[in-house]
């Protein structure tokens, strides 16, 4: 409602004064303020805030009247009635001087401000007044209190005595009443014989006149409190009559609001109790306590000392209060608790030390509620009256505390509309984002702000027909707008806002006339004629209609009430303004769909029909009038009336169910009447219906029933006219604010299915519940509050010097508004619950279940009832949890709910919720039938607490082979550190995740963005390999050393186990790719697992399947042969050779040899220039006698299309075809003068490119064969060479063959596997067949080599002994040789680094598996 802003200011008195102020008092019309000093008289200006004139006592006569202690202004403005401590009364006369001014601002040379305006010295410069002392009044006894009573000044002494003095004619008005001879009693209705008093002694120590109770309330010495009203005009002691408050013993103040008819007393303990008249009984009632509690301010609740004072604020929709022992508290009217300095950063430093509260002699609100003014006890005290070395004006203990305000506070028709718009005295604050990206409206009404996504988060969806969540919940900064500084100049303070329904246009109201801006364009506009804008002012508030501003004003030319309607479009001038006249003063106005309605001073209701023309250049507005209802006698006083709206809320759902066409008609006015809410329906019981096919605007003029009160103590009231099937409910329902009781929700049930309601079923229900904000706004379809908080920011910091212990900036902190919002739907459905209403929570919930916070409203609501339950300590007749739990079982995502719920709740509450919702055991099983490993990991954290280690283990091994299967890789991380601590018994603390292991998370294999393998790496480490002396290993972290850790220990054992089974279930079922993702993800050491199993799991049993197979799962595309190359092949681009292709192809192949020869270790010295290259290779093949056969095989391998080059490099070395295929010409064009390329070729070319799958199934075939060659499964590297297309790859496996002591049996498969593909490609796949002819020759030396090994058996057993020997020393060389990024081994075939950074960025994006992308590091 009200909040605080920035820091408070001090005010700097010009006069030098030895005395402090001690009572501060602002004027009825709040543009001056009076200050008192104990012999001071000074009135201020309030804007700006400047001394205007003091009086100062002489000496004498101050000795005579004593030190002044009160002052009360006359209703006009034109007196003062200061009170002394001896019992005299001053009265004051404030002549002013006429068109004298104290101050005038000077506006540069110019400048558009005019002096020719109309009031315009009035408005911005200080009127010079005087101060005559008119009359002393001696009263002979000590006065407590002085109250102004429209004309009559009434003034309590402390002998008991009650003065009533007229402002005129003092003497011959003047009447004392003896309080003894008043009769009190506890009703109206009572006995009025004798009073209660009973002793002499008595005497009122506050008072405050109650206009709309036509009495006062008292508060006595002892400390009882009653209401003194009289019984007929004439005021005498025979015609006043006294109620009690029974239950106050302790009264210290008093203050009333007039608007809610309340009084507000404090009392000694430090509460205020709040209390309203019982209009049929007299009575004093009881309404509501403001105190503060334990659970907020722990150390101070209790400690604030009695209530000093009590202040309601100019719109009665706040009030402060102070306590004896200091600080400021804030409340709404009912209660809602808004601010309290008395906790956080205004009682506490930002080193933790405490400060002094500030203590309070004297406050008073300045005019709207803008500013509280405050005279300060505390720093008063110990100020030093003299002027400071600089001569400076001393600075008083008088301190202004600015506000803003909820724009609902004095326009309440803003509350059919979803922003939070607040003002401030020279600014508004907007919940809406900046309008100039709000140019798609969503729906007919809203629109969406595209803000930052990050900000959007989960909210992105939004509703149906509601504003862009985004939008309204995006951030929590607001959108600041400054009010035009021209029109705030003459017309402060801002009265009244309004924002339109897209949140797009906002107008203000000053003192005069009116402006609007447009958040679009960035603009305001004002009146043309400064005359017009001065002659109108609003009376009843301001709303948009469409883009038409509508306003009730006072025309003060014609002296005639007016509703004005205004285009937003055109210029601002009556011109172009519709004006109606209206009958009386309007003071409250309202826009429902097309109509308008009206509160008016004569207690009168006025509908109107407005209407959009479209004449001329510019469209009007016509309104005409539908229907008036007089409510005077419901209505004690016009004033009351807190806001007037028109709703298509009503009682019969059922008739809104046959006719869904009449839910959006205007079917009663809801009217808050000093917090009760009262609701007139149509009535339709007469015979207006029989009627309704004559005429058809018949409908509109129904008449209404008899008022019925809906609820008390309502401070807000939202409804809206929109329309939604899905979400009814939420959209027919009226919301209640009612301040410190919560909110209200007058909520419609529905019957199921049309079918007939239950006649014992009512249709409406009223549900009430709390919130931690307080509201300024419903979003009705998104179920959610929005609000504003106060927030705090210190910087006492910036100031250490012992000189600014006096600063402001120190004693206070920065205060701030921030945006806020709450969901409610959990509330509701729990009421509804509650009442055993589980048919229409279901409805209700699942019209919302779209919503991307239902999950959470699930999970709130259970554990709300699960924490009240469980912790309390008495034992529940009808527990809720059963209810609830069964009802969350109604929807997909209760084991999410209940699981996040229990790791929300402490454990000791775990048995309790199970008991409701479930054995966890079954939930478990419930999840991972439901495929929901997430889920069922975090229940397995549950029974790791709630149940013994084997049942964890049993349920943990269940989960880790399904998160195998699925491929869920960080699952699988976490279960295999799961269940080492349940093996090694950390089971309260499971080890944290392998520091190394977290970037592989992203599911990649690292190995191709931190290193690229060449096949000619491999093909140095062949022959090595098959002496088992080196291999790649695992990353060497701590993931790597996770597997030697603990190598005896069984958990590692079982864990391996498992993933052994899995590794040979994939190789099995051919799916190699997701054999690299596992190996990759998991850390698994793939190759020493091969090793064991090549003569097992890892041999091909059936090459055309895997081959089918894995063309299937990389997307690589079978070869075809285009019809022109079928006659003769070698016509095909694909047996073009050239000498570079050659050179390279022979040069690493040489190596391949050379390194066999030499000891296998990849350390040779390589020319790093592919053209250097060349030369070298020639001379290698010259040093190459024993391999001759084998190199003229390779020298005569035709040119292969990018891939196969690949594999001469490095896998990662190229990755577009284009530059590849360009470096290849230049590098081919130093061997040939010239190169020329038919038609034809070009073709072939593009077929052979588009005969290979994508990049990233190439590098991570690539990595695979790597692999496979490292293992010694020779089979499968023939398989990967053939899918490729590649013959270095088949010689590679050959030369292998023939130079190690191969088993006869992989021989003698890879023969039956190569003559099956050969017989396959015949009948189904003819593209194959130029490859397989190519490869001819190596395949006829195969038949040989099998032929020979045939012979000798006795080699046999050597091989698979020779495996298990030496596994282990090679793993321990592997791991202690560093990863395989920092290798020595550079790519062969990259000829400088930035070309391989290059490919390394380009490879990032593209290296992944469908799954995402894989990192693994290979050492």
Known sequence: MYFLSGWPKRLLCPLESLERPL????????????????????????????????????????????????????????????????????????????????????????????????????????????????????????????????????????????????????????????????????????????????????????????????????????????????????????????????????????????????????????????????????????????????????????????????????????????????????????????????????????????????????????????????????????????????????????????????????????????????????????????????????????????????????????????????????????????????????????????????GQNVAVVGKFGFAHYSLLTKKWKLFGNITQEQTMMVTGGLAWWNDFIVLACYNLNDHQEELRIYLRTSNLDNAFAHITKVQANTLLLSVFRDIVILFRADCSICLYSIERRSEGLNPTASIQILQEVSMSRYIPHPFLVVSVTLTSVRTETGITLKMPQQACEAESIMLNLAGQLIMLQRDRSGPQIRDKDNNPNQRKHLPFCAPVVLAQSVENVWTTCRINKQKRHLLEALWLSCGGAGMKVWLPLFPRDHRKPHSFLSRRIMLPFHINIYPLAVLFEDALVLGAVNDTVLYDCLYTQTSAREHLEVLFPFSIVERTSQIYLHHILRQLLVRNLGEQALLLAHSCATLPYFPHVLELMLHEVLEEEATSREPIPDPLLPTVAKFITEFPLFLQTVVHCARKTEYALWNYLFAAVGNPKDLFEECLMAQDLDTAASYLIILQNMEVPAVSRQHATLLFNTALEQGKWDLCRHMIRFLKAIGSGETETPPATPTTQEPSSSSGFEFFRHRSISLSQSAENLHSKFNLTKTLSMPSGPSGKRWSKDSDCAENMYIDMMLWRHARRLLEEIKLKDLGCFAAQLGFELIGWLCKERARAARVEDFVCALKKLHKDFLWPFPVIPASSINSPFKNGKYKTAVGEQLLKSQSTDTFVNMEMDTGISNTPRSRSWLGTISSSQREIDTVSSHGPHMQDAFLSPLLSKGDECSIGSATDLTETSSMVDGDWTMVDENFSSL?????????????????????????????????????????????????????????????????????????????????????????????????????????????????????????????????????????????????????????????????????????????FQEGSYDCVVS
């Not at 404030?94 to 101050?103: C, H, N, T, V």
């Open 23 to 502: 009572h501060i008092q602002t004027d009825p019309q709040r543009a001056f303020f009076a200050v008192l000093f104990p012999s001071q008289l000074s009135i201020w200006y309030c804007r700006p805030s400047v001394l205007i004139v003091s009086y100062k006592e002489l000496s004498k006569a101050a000795s005579q009247f004593g030190p002044y202690k009160q002052a009360e202004w006359r209703p006009d403005s034109t007196m003062i009635a200061v009170s002394t401590a001896n019992g005299y009364i001053l009265f004051f006369e404030i002549p002013s001087a006429r068109d004298k001014y104290l101050y005038e601002p000077i506006y540069p040379k110019g400048s558009p401000h005019l002096k020719g305006t109309p009031h315009y010295k009035e408005e911005q410069c200080a009127p010079s007044l005087n101060l005559e002392m008119k009359k002393v009044l001696d009263l002979q006894a000590s006065i407590t209190s002085l109250q102004s009573m429209l004309e009559d000044l009434l003034v309590a002494t402390a002998d008991g005595f009650l003065h009533l003095i007229h402002w005129d004619g003092m003497t011959n008005g003047r009447k004392a009443i003896n309080l003894c001879t008043v009769p009190f009693s506890v009703d109206l209705q009572s006995s009025r014989a004798g009073s209660l008093m009973g002793f002499e002694d008595v005497y009122i120590r506050d008072m405050e006149y109650c206009a709309t109770l036509d009495g006062f309330a008292v508060v006595f010495n002892d400390g009882r409190v009653g209401f003194i009203t009289p019984m007929s005009s004439r005021f005498t002691a025979e015609q006043l009559h006294g109620v009690w408050a029974q239950d106050v013993v302790d009264g210290t103040c008093v203050a009333v609001n007039n608007k809610y008819r309340l009084m507000a007393f404090g009392c000694a303990n430090g509460s205020v109790q709040v209390y309203t008249i019982d209009t049929t009984t007299g009575a004093m009632q009881f309404s509501h306590k403001l105190e503060l509690t334990p659970k907020q301010y722990p150390d101070i609740w209790n400690k604030t000392g009695p209530v000093k004072l009590i202040r309601w604020s100019p719109d009665s929709c706040v009030v402060m209060v102070t306590w004896e022992c200091g600080g400021l508290s804030l409340w709404s009217v009912f209660g809602a608790q808004l601010i309290c300095t008395l906790g956080g950063d205004f009682a506490y430093q930002s080193d933790g030390a405490k400060k002094d509260p500030l203590k309070i002699r004297s406050m008073t609100w300045g005019s709207e509620g803008y500013h509280l003014w405050v005279i300060d006890g505390s720093s008063s005290s110990n100020m030093k009256p003299e002027r400071n070395a600089n001569n400076e004006a001393q600075q008083f203990g008088i301190l202004q505390f600015q506000f803003i305000k909820s724009a609902l506070t004095v326009n309440p028709c803003m509350s059919n509309q979803e922003q939070v718009l607040l003002q401030g005295e020279d600014r508004l604050y907007l919940n809406c984002g900046d309008a100039a990206q709000t140019q798609s409206p969503r729906n007919t009404l809203a629109h969406s702000e595209h803000n930052h996504t990050r900000e959007r988060g989960p909210f992105s969806d939004g509703s149906l027909d509601s504003q862009g969540l985004s939008t309204l919940l995006g951030h929590r900064h607001w959108h600041v707008v400054q009010i035009h500084s021209t029109y705030l100049e003459s017309n402060w303070p801002i009265r009244f806002s309004a924002i339109d329904k897209l």
């Open 1236 to 1408: 020329s390329l038919t038609q034809s070729e070009l073709e072939q070319l593009s077929l052979e490119l588009a005969s290979k799958g994508p990049h990233k199934s190439q590098v991570q075939l690539r990595y695979l064969l790597h692999i496979f060659m490292e293992a010694g499964c020779l089979d499968w590297c023939v398989v990967i060479g053939l899918i490729l297309r590649e013959s270095s790859v088949i010689n590679q496996v050959f030369s292998i063959m023939q130079s190690s002591d191969i088993d006869g049996e992989i021989c003698q498969n890879i023969k039956t596997g190569l003559d099956a593909v050969d017989k396959w490609a015949s009948t189904d796949c003819p593209g194959y067949k130029p490859f397989l002819s190519i490869i001819k020759p190596q395949i006829q030396k195969l038949n040989e080599i099998v032929e020979e090994q045939v012979q000798p058996e006795a080699f046999q057993p050597v091989n698979p002994s020779k495996v298990p020997e030496q596994a282990n020393p090679r793993a321990e060389e592997s791991r202690t040789s560093s990863s395989h990024g920092t290798n020595p081994q550079s790519d062969a075939g990259s000829s400088n680094a930035s070309r391989h950074e290059e490919d390394k960025t380009k490879t990032e994006d593209e290296d992944s």
